[in-house]
Antibody
């Protein structure tokens, strides 16, 4: 079983909302910081934001508030919503597990394999 | 925002070679740099933490060093399985940022 696995639609229309799920099988999702990261040909790797229970959030200002994240501890799932997408949001999206405490949010020790998302009409 | 300038973008090596990949930070970020290896379609693998600490289970031919804001990943005695994409990450300040990556061909 893959420790982290991203899932969601591979194609999203411009101006709509991109929604992805990260299924976590390796540990309790409550205890760590969880991040979304993307990789595109034009911008390389870009950190989108992180979330930890019960609601500690840090975001990349470049996304101008388009990002929302949440988690469902009962399912051990971590979610991403990116609204008002454009072609520039076409990328491979990854979820990653960080540390337990502030200062270690992005000490990623586990990554998912990634999911390709294309924004196109 | 901290910029990480990673070089080279592409590297070709022969089994047994020693290679180095550089990551230069635009400001002081202490030792908060990690190194990762990624192969196509696979999860990234954590190689080096805090600039120099080898992650458990990673072969000892991988090592990391730091001199001020300059970070280096070294691979000694390269093996064919080391062909991959390598990248650095700074987790000192938000937004966390990455180097542009290095594709290593064996």
């Amino acid at each position: 079983q893959v420790p982290l696995q991203e899932s969601g639609p591979g194609l999203v229309k411009p101006s709509e909302t991109l929604s992805l799920t990260c299924s976590v099988s390796v540990t309790s999702i409550n205890s760590y910081y969880w991040s979304w990261i993307r990789k595109s040909p034009g911008k390389g790797l870009e950190w989108l934001g992180c979330f930890s229970y019960p609601g500690n959030i840090k975001q990349n200002p470049s996304l101008r508030g388009r990002v929302a994240m949440s988690l469902d501890a009962s399912r051990n799932h971590f979610y991403l919503s990116l609204r008002s997408v454009t072609a520039a949001d076409t990328a491979v999206y990854y979820c990653a597990k960080g540390g337990k405490s502030s200062g270690w949010e992005a000490n990623f020790d586990l990554w998912g394999p990634g999911i390709q998302v294309t924004v196109s009409s | 925002e901290t910029t990480l300038t990673q070089s080279p973008a592409f590297l070709s090596a022969t089994p047994g070679d020693r290679v180095t990949i550089s990551c230069k930070a635009s400001e002081d970020i202490d030792d908060d740099v990690n190194w990762y290896q990624q192969k196509p379609g696979k999860p990234a693998i954590f190689l080096i933490q805090e600039g120099t600490k080898l992650i458990r289970g990673v072969p000892s031919r991988f090592s990391g060093s730091r001199f001020g804001t300059d970070f280096t990943l070294t691979i000694n005695n390269i093996e064919s399985e080391d062909a991959a994409y390598y990248f650095c990450l700074q987790h000192d300040n938000v937004p966390f940022t990455f180097g542009q990556g290095t594709k290593l061909e064996i």
